[in-house]
């Protein structure tokens, strides 16, 4: 039963090949195809997420039957079957958001680059061989740099360009990562760079890891590799926006923390850490001053976006189980809110036209119930208690003190200082301020509605009562922590050595 896990890899894969055939039958049945399979990926994604955590076992999947390292395998843990799910669940709320957000002409490439889109993230999770993370990584990112540019606009094929030349940029160092471990090791399965991680030479074991830090930063959209993300986020379709802050930064920080933990043996691992708090940290002030200035809501909530980032990235580089788990319950929590965030400032727009602050004075009145999602989401990011992410900032606080980082500490709190100040603002335009035109109440999309009602209520869930997302979120992060358990869990090859 488990082989049909692979049908998360396949299923969006041989969908995307059939869009052109679903065009021909007609150009209306392409984005409720769109619809309909990742509807049918979430159900498949629930199930091993089911089976994942119930069995307590991982899933592992051996192409063509060769055991690693011969064979390339997929490894669906804690942490893969969860986020596979979060991947699906994203991707069908957004591809019925695309029903009415989409407009330009050809759908049918929208529809295949949202698969395609989908695949990587779920790959990226899901592989356990290095050199398939690049692959899975190149398909994301290469739907990622279309999808950006899909509006057609100057400014979309401007920060197209960003992200292609700063994705090329990252790709490189990845690859070259990758082969200096290669190059030292003599494997490229997973399993068994973990297990002779600690026979690397120290220097090259630092250069190699520093490579693929700075090669997966583009995705996860740490600092200096970020100047893409603010444009690509105003730039692209509303719901791709959704999706690359949900998912497809999430994909680039597993890989970032799996790799990390695998090689945790290596003598100047701690280096590796050093450079990642620092890079964590730039990436948090950064995001957080430019999001104090901005007039462009959708791009004060993609800079908010990056800070984020850096708090997760921030919580890996702690080195403990106890900052994996925090961050990890944080990459949860931000994928539910900036979803509701970025779909809900997407809705604004195709109704009134702008997401500047202008367009947002007066909301409340106008879209409630739109202006309410915004609100809940506003106030969770900032930490206040009772909301979801609130938990998420404690753990980050709680792991920062017991590795006696009181830095770490300061940067929490003081950026959630900044938060305050520019989304409070924010609420204020839209529930205390008149707009500028008169402007009548709109009757909202049912649908929309109750799909930001939906993840209002998981904010909420979480907030109040936060032990079982957090149990779920310790067996995940044990998934990456523990790297013994990993290395015993993949059937490798007895008698294959490099």
């Known amino acids: 039963m488990s082989q049909y896990a692979s049908l998360l890899i396949a299923l969006p894969l041989i969908s995307a090949f059939f869009v052109p055939i679903i065009k021909a039958i007609g150009k209306k049945v392409v984005m ?79 529809a295949m680059l949202s698969l395609l889109l989908m695949l990587g993230a779920t790959g990226m999770i899901s592989t356990g061989d290095i050199f398939n993370l690049f692959v899975f990584m190149e398909i994301t990112a290469i739907s990622a740099y279309a999808l950006t ?29 990758i082969a200096l471990i290669y190059g030292s090791l003599g494997t490229l399965n997973m399993a068994q760079i973990a297990q002779l991680a600690g026979q690397m030479n120290p220097t090259v074991a630092q250069a190699a890891l520093a490579m693929l830090v700075f090669g997966l930063g583009v995705e996860a959209e740490l600092f200096p590799l970020n100047a893409w993300a603010p444009d690509a986020y105003q730039a692209a379709p509303h719901p791709v926006t959704a999706m690359f802050s949900a998912f497809v930064v999430k994909a680039g920080l597993y890989a970032l923390a799996r790799i990390l933990y695998l090689t ?59 900052g994996v788990s925090a961050s990890i319950f944080h ?20 109704e009134l036209g702008g997401v500047t602050l202008e367009d947002f004075k007066g909301l409340g009145k106008v879209m409630p119930l739109t202006a309410f999602a915004i609100t809940v989401g506003a106030i969770s990011i900032i930490g206040i208690p009772l909301f979801n992410v609130f938990w998420s900032k404690i753990q980050l606080i709680l792991a920062a003190m017991k590795a006696g980082k009181s830095g770490v500490i300061a940067l929490i709190l003081g950026a959630s200082l900044v938060e305050a100040v ?7 335009l839209m529930w205390f ?34 032990n ?19 290395i015993k869990n993949v059937p490798l090859l007895p008698g294959v050595s490099p």
């Open 422 to 428: 520019y989304y409070i603002r924010l609420i204020h």
């Open 468 to 486: 079982m997302t957090w149990n779920i979120v310790q067996k995940a992060s044990a998934d990456i922590y523990n790297v013994a358990q990993y």
């Open 32 to 110: 409720p195809f769109l619809v309909l399979i990742t509807a049918i990926q979430m159900g498949m994604a629930t199930w091993v997420f089911n089976e994942v955590y119930t069995t307590g076992k991982p899933i592992i999947i051996m192409a063509g039957g060769f055991r690693p390292p011969v064979g390339i395998n997929l490894y669906i843990g804690h942490f893969a079957a969860l986020f596979v799910l979060i991947i699906a669940v994203a991707s069908f709320f957004m591809a019925i958001f695309s029903m009415k957000a989409i407009t330009v002409e050809p759908k049918d490439k929208y």
């Open 331 to 350: 990459m949860v929590n931000h994928a539910i809110v900036k979803a509701l965030m970025f779909m809900a400032v997407g809705y604004v727009a195709l």
């Open 264 to 322: 945790h043996a290596v003598g100047s691992w701690g280096h590796i850490l050093r450079l990642l708090i620092i890079l964590g940290t730039l990436t948090v002030v950064i995001g957080e001053f430019s999001a104090l200035r901005q007039t462009n809501v959708k791009r004060m909530f993609a800079y908010s976006s990056i800070s984020q980032v850096g708090f997760i990235a921030v919580g890996f580089a702690l080195g403990t189980q106890a």
């Open 149 to 177: 540019a899909y509006n057609k606009s100057g400014e979309a094929s401007e920060a197209a360009m960003k992200y292609i030349v700063l994705g090329g940029i990252g790709s490189s160092f990845f690859l070259v990562g």
């Open 433 to 466: 301020e008149e707009g500028s035109r008169e402007r009548t109440r709109i009757k909202e999309n049912f649908v929309f509605g109750t799909i930001m009602l939906l993840l209002v209520a998981l904010i909420i869930i979480i907030g109040v009562a936060p």
